[in-house]
């Protein structure tokens, strides 16, 4: 089976050649004698294989499957009648990080069939095909030393995968975000750092995790990609959806006023803001300060001045209710209703993200074409294709689904985006000094059982750094943390230690750090199911 490799030619996976012990119960000599002989070389035999072994009338018992080479020297030092050493056909899969990037690279089964993750998807292509031999043996099936033997189908290799991921990336990553889901005693989370230019995916974090090398002692739940196959309420984040409608279509100009005082009242919903000590301006806010300060009550009127066939529209072209196409298994769309099943107030609570699903590879493929100048990227976690010998065979080059707004408008909401760092929502946890950074902070309620769940929150982090011309596009979601909900608290301490990370890891130093900002208040209650 063909190895899998990160970006620079790590090994990730590689299959070892492997052997199995078995014996014919109907020629041990003393069963009792033989179990206790075994298990000290390859650990402790179950019930079930020990009761084979002491029944005479079986012909063949497996004792254990695809072992390493010593320990099969070993047991065949031990010279036990009725017990064999033979050598598998396929290998024994050996996944070399561990746990490391585990949800993503998935495991294989005894037989090395691919069962989760990219060993999954890829199975066809990672498997190779046994080949066959004839050779001349004794009565009892042994080759006979100088036999006869001659080939007859010669074996082939698997191709080897070479990823997108940058090892160390992909540490620092999982230690970042498991901190934060330790810290607040949260139920899981996701983490995926992206090439916004390339749609590349540099980093793919999920907690919790499993060791493939071991993954029958792991919960199923821990074997799910969280950053494909989990739909959420995105929260707050989804404001970049209303204001990227609300500014390409020449709607909304970025001086417009809009009123942000609450309540609001929409087909029946009340919409409120927040409760953080921020007043909104009576003469009404800016585009801008909705976003900073994350206003529900002021991006609900934006959209509602935008309309709903612009809004939609833009949620289409933001690649939002489609696949990816990422190349990972079980990927969901999302869910993304039209506006014939929406009711009086869905287009006012969509625009601040509640009332549709999205996922976490969804949402930073959105947010990199805001960081790129407007484009929507195919993400891609595969980068070539190898042979046997380690040759690329094919690469895969970028690709651009289509263009989301123009250039003006992904630096309009660039702008945005500085502005929650500089002076809103993400002031200062955003903030890392020596390089200027972007993004957007979320808070979203949950929908457990087809309601909001009391208590029950996703929060999120979204940015880019360096502002100006960003080189990497991270993405933090922490579900059900306790004792803080917001994202500015839970989520955006791990986009900065990624960040800082990475840009040390590409070479970039931090500049001389600019004067500190104010420090913004920070929220006390949730009166809205998202911020």
Do not use: C
């Not at 999920?206 to 060791?211: L, M, R, V, W």
Request: neutral net charge.
């Amino acid at each position: 089976r063909g190895s899998i490799y990160d970006r620079d030619g790590n090994v990730l996976v590689r299959s070892l050649p492997s052997e199995s012990v078995y014996a014919v119960p109907h020629d041990l000599g003393d069963p009792d004698r033989t179990i206790t002989q075994l298990a000290r070389v390859v650990g402790k035999i179950d019930k079930p294989t020990a009761a084979l072994l002491h029944d005479r009338h079986m012909q063949f018992a497996w004792i254990a499957r695809k072992i390493p080479h010593d320990v099969a020297d070993r047991v065949q030092a031990l010279d036990l009648p009725g017990v064999s050493v033979i050598e598998e056909d396929t290998g024994r899969r050996v996944d070399v990080a561990g746990k490391s990037a585990s949800t993503l690279l998935g495991f294989v089964g005894i037989d090395e069939n691919g069962l989760s993750g990219l060993e999954y998807t890829f199975d066809d292509l990672l498997k190779g095909s046994s080949g066959r031999v004839t050779i001349e043996t004794d009565q009892f099936g042994r080759p006979i030393p100088f036999g006869q033997q001659r080939m007859v189908k010669p074996a082939k290799p698997g191709l080897s995968l070479e990823l997108t991921i940058d090892s160390y990336l992909e540490f620092v990553t999982q230690a970042a975000l498991d901190k934060q889901v330790k810290t607040y005693h949260a139920a899981s989370g996701t983490a995926i750092v992206m090439d916004p230019y390339t749609g590349e995916i540099l980093a793919m974090a999920n907690a919790p995790q499993f060791d493939p090398n071991a993954y029958w002692k792991y919960s199923p739940d821990s074997y799910r990609d969280r950053g494909v196959q989990d739909m959420y309420e995105p929260g707050s984040t989804f404001k970049l959806v209303t204001a990227a409608a609300a500014i390409e279509s020449g709607k909304v100009s970025p001086t417009r006023r809009f009123s942000a005082i609450g309540p609001l009242t929409v087909g029946g919903r009340h919409i409120y803001n927040a409760v953080d000590g921020l007043t909104p301006n009576p003469n009404g806010d800016t585009l801008e300060t909705i976003i900073a300060d994350s206003l529900n009550v002021g991006i609900a009127n934006v959209a509602l001045h935008v309309g709903r066939t612009t809004f939609y529209d833009m949620e289409r072209r933001a690649g939002f209710g489609s696949l990816t196409q990422v190349d990972l298994a079980g990927e969901s769309p999302g869910i993304v209703p039209p506006p014939a099943e929406w009711s009086g107030s869905s287009l006012a609570t969509m625009s601040f993200g509640q009332g549709v699903s999205v996922t976490p590879i969804a949402m930073a493929r959105y947010y990199a074409s805001i960081a790129n100048g407007g484009l929507l990227m195919r993400p891609r976690i595969i980068r070539s294709i190898l042979d046997a010998q380690g040759n690329s065979i094919y690469t895969y080059p970028p690709q651009i689904e289509h263009r989301v707004f123009s250039k003006h408008t992904a630096a309009v909401l660039r702008g945005f985006l500085r502005a929650v760092v500089v002076r809103g929502t993400g002031n200062p946890a955003a903030q890392i000094p020596g390089y200027t950074t972007a993004g957007k902070t979320g808070t979203a309620q949950m929908v457990e059982n087809g309601t909001y769940s009391a208590g029950s929150y996703v929060a999120s982090f979204i940015g880019m750094v360096p502002y100006e011309h960003p080189r990497y596009l991270i993405y933090v979601k922490v579900e059900k943390p306790r004792g803080a909900i917001y994202g500015s608290i839970v989520a955006a301490p791990a986009f900065v230690e990624i960040a800082k990370a990475a840009m040390l890891h590409a070479g970039v130093l931090p500049a001389n750090p600019p004067a500190a900002a104010p420090k913004r208040l920070v929220r006390s209650k949730a009166t809205a199911n998202t911020r």
